[in-house]
């Protein structure tokens, strides 16, 4: 594993946590078997081993699950640490906390790249059309890459950077 990679997962432990949590739970609602879990191991990484699945369905709730959790509540605590923090004025730790939460939620949005991958080989496979699958497939993918390499880092600070802005910019409008 790639050391900047690791260094990631310890910083954002909170949304890997959360990842894990969310793929064992998508794991026993579907019923895919699972071959090894691993909550942060020596590589400071938490894995949920288990089979690919075949049905396209199961192989999206796998790839989807953290994803759409993930960004969510990523979302919501970044937004109420930066009112708390740059707007109300709230300078505490716990402010930063939920600030930080969010980040890490962030950090942790994608599935791992053979999960992406098999639910691209799915879709591929098949000759139904799909609309959102198609394209979250391919964003799932490069995701997967973005994290694996710990380019997540930098697009999860542009991107709490420009929801910043946002943010400050709908506080203006209706002020």
């Not at 906390?97 to 790249?113: D, I, Q, Y």
């Amino acid at each position: 594993m790639n050391v900047f990679y690791t260094i990631i997962r310890i910083l954002t432990l909170p949304g890997s946590a959360m990842r894990f949590a969310l793929e064992q739970l998508v794991m026993r609602s579907d019923r895919i078997p699972v071959t090894k879990t691993e909550f942060f191991n020596s590589e400071a990484t938490s894995h949920v081993e288990h089979e690919c699945p075949s049905l396209i369905n199961k192989a999206y709730d796998v790839a989807s699950a953290a994803f759409t959790t993930n960004l969510l509540l990523g979302i919501i605590a970044s937004v109420t640490g930066m009112g708390l923090f740059f707007m109300a004025g709230v300078r505490t730790w716990w402010a930063l906390l939920v600030l930080w939460l969010g980040f890490s939620m962030l950090c942790n949005l994608f599935p791992t790249r053979v999960d992406a991958a098999n639910l691209v080989y799915r879709l591929s496979s098949e000759k139904k059309r799909r609309p959102i699958m198609r394209p979250m497939a391919k964003v799932f993918r490069f995701g997967a890459k973005l994290e694996e390499t710990g380019l997540i880092l930098i697009t999860s600070t542009v991107f709490e950077c420009v929801l910043c802005c946002l943010v400050t910019l709908a506080a203006l409008i209706l002020a």
